[in-house]
């Protein structure tokens, strides 16, 4: 399991080379599971990089944080989500300026160079290029979350419940209970801020708690969007802070 981190700012997080396709970019990474190699990370990728056709030994997601990235099929830009199911052959991919990403792996997503599907691949799962823009915002699927917040689901495992998606909360949104989820849970904050028991989350703030940490209230007078995930199926149960916290 990873360590506890609550919370970072990611341009806090040095950064370290990464080589993936032509050209070396960097990677930040967030947070790491030592034993399974699934990581959470900022990707950023140089100009006039290219990746062949291929596919990973472990599923990747990532959110575009600026930049376009292109492939023959699509270009993705700005709040464009993509979800590659291991195995699944995907490519060539380029970039004509920098980019950076949100990048996720579920394992040790080792890139192969080769044009065609791993036996028993899921292509059926891929998600290529989702405009999370163009997506309608829906109430939030747990029962009593407090008025003024709505969400995009990304994605979800019909499987296992692991989930991706985006909470929208207007200014001055307040949740004055304390939460608690039987699942892991992370957050990146894309933009505005959010106040919390631990301080102010800015755009660029992350966190990974492991399940049943408790934590809130929270509030903003900002507002702000937030990309969220856990390792299973959400659930949210509530207790009221105690008189001396």
């Known amino acids: 399991m990873r360590p506890h981190i609550e919370f970072i700012h990611a341009e806090s997080v040095p950064c370290q080379p990464l080589l993936l396709g032509s050209a070396r970019g960097n990677i ?39 930049g376009t990235l292109i492939t023959e099929d699509y270009a993705a830009s700005h709040h464009t989500y993509t979800f590659i199911p291991a195995g ?13 990403l949100l990048w996720f792996t579920h394992g040790e997503a080792i890139f192969e160079p080769i044009d065609e599907d791993a036996p028993a691949s ?21 029962p009593g979350f407090p008025p003024g917040a709505m969400r995009k689901q990304l994605r979800i495992d ?7 998606w985006l909470l929208g909360v207007l200014p001055q ?9 039987p699942v892991a849970e ?25 399940p049943h940490v408790p934590h809130g209230p929270f509030h903003t007078d900002t507002g702000a969007l937030i990309l969220f995930r856990t390792d299973g199926h959400l659930q949210t149960f ?3 802070p105690a008189s001396s916290e």
């Not at 062949?52 to 959110?63: D, N, Q």
């Not at 899921?122 to 747990?142: G, H």
Request: glycine share 6%; charged share 20%; no cysteine.
């Open 122 to 142: 899921q292509r059926r799962l891929l998600i290529n290029a989702l405009d999370t823009s163009a997506l309608p915002w829906v109430n939030p699927i747990t």
């Open 158 to 164: 019909p499987d296992t419940g692991v989930s991706t």
């Open 238 to 240: 509530y207790r009221w």
């Open 28 to 66: 930040r990474i967030l947070s790491h599971d030592q034993e399974s190699g699934a990581l959470t990370a900022l990707v950023h990728l140089p100009a006039d990089w290219t990746l062949p056709i291929g596919r990973f030994t472990a599923s990747v997601e990532f959110y575009l944080l600026t």
């Open 186 to 210: 992370e957050a990146f904050i894309l933009q505005g801020e959010m106040a919390t028991h631990r301080g102010v989350m800015i755009a660029g703030s992350y966190f990974w708690r492991p």
């Open 88 to 100: 699944v052959r995907v490519g060539p991919m380029h970039t004509r300026s920098p980019v950076t």
């Open 173 to 181: 949104w307040r949740e004055p209970r304390i939460e608690i989820h």
